[in-house]
């Protein structure tokens, strides 16, 4: 049986992206999403939410490390993924995570409405290592 594996998500960065480099050189961003849902439950309105750890490689990861931050508003189209490792602690971890296929940037207004300007890119970043993706 053949199988489909489509995530759509939209919401707002939970922290700033993370840039890492694998070992090939690859650029990987990692950084969360908290997608909130509204409902009613009788007469009142409640609200949850959900967050996901999302992570964006190539070109996009550094598009993401240069112009998204924490608070700002994103759509994320990709895929669903699990990935099981080890901590250097010895304990073994299931993680579900979005793989980003496609990143679109939100716009984010400052108090006087006018666009906010780009992060300064990282200059330091670590190297990536498939146990670090935590």
């Given amino acids: 049986m053949a199988g489909f594996n489509k995530v759509i998500l939209m919401g707002n960065l939970t922290r700033d992206p993370e840039i890492r ?7 990987v961003a990692n950084f969360g999403l908290a997608v909130n849902r509204r409902y009613r439950q009788g007469e009142e309105m409640r609200e949850d939410v959900c967050f996901v750890d999302i992570v964006v490689f190539g070109k996009q ?22 990935r099981k490792f080890e901590t250097k602690d010895g304990q073994k971890v299931t993680k579900h995570e979005v793989v980003a296929e496609n ?4 716009s984010k ?12 890119p ?3 970043v670590a190297r990536y290592e498939p146990d670090d993706a935590l």
């Fill in 21 to 27: 480099y694998a070992p090939n050189g690859t650029p």
């Fill in 61 to 82: 990861a550094e598009t993401c490390g240069q112009y998204l931050s924490k608070g700002q508003a994103a759509l994320i189209e990709g895929r669903l993924q699990m």
């Fill in 103 to 106: 990143v679109r940037f939100l």
């Fill in 109 to 120: 207004r400052t108090d006087q409405g006018a666009e906010r300007e780009p992060k300064e």
């Fill in 122 to 124: 990282v200059e330091d």
